[in-house]
């Protein structure tokens, strides 16, 4: 059974810097694509980015383009999300999970999920 491992999380400053790392073992997750998703006390789990293995592709949401970069290193079978001008609002439990089949912004396309690395972003 695959799993996934997510790391990098803590408490920044607004208008700082972290890069969360999701780190897959036992299969080969070559072929699919990755998503990274954040959940905030009383709100829905948010699909933040995810990343295409097959073609490189990547999306964002509206609320994290141009400050978050989703990447992978395949030969340490990770996947980073490098986030960059971090906002209180991005604050929340961060999910890295396998994209299965339909809509790559839902989270039940997903499989495999971690169990989340925690943000704070506050002063």
């Known amino acids: 059974q695959g799993q996934l491992v997510e790391s990098g999380g803590g408490l920044v400053q607004p208008g700082g810097s972290l890069r969360l790392s999701c780190i897959a073992s036992?299969?080969?997750?070559?072929?699919?694509?990755v998503g990274w998703f954040r959940q905030a006390p009383g709100k829905e789990r948010e699909r933040v980015s995810c990343?295409?293995?097959?073609?490189?592709?990547?999306e964002y949401s509206d609320s994290v383009k141009g400050r978050f970069t989703i990447s992978r290193d395949s030969t340490k079978n990770t996947v980073y999300l490098q986030m960059n001008t971090l906002k209180p609002e991005d604050a929340g439990v961060y999910f890295c999970?396998?994209?299965?089949?339909?809509?790559?912004?839902?989270?039940?396309?997903?499989?495999?999920w971690g169990r989340g690395t925690q943000v704070t972003v506050s002063s």
């Open positions: 999970a396998v994209w299965k089949r339909g809509d790559y912004d839902r989270s039940v396309s997903y499989v495999n």
């Open positions: 036992g299969f080969n997750w070559e072929y699919y694509a």
């Open positions: 990343i295409n293995f097959s073609d490189g592709t990547t």
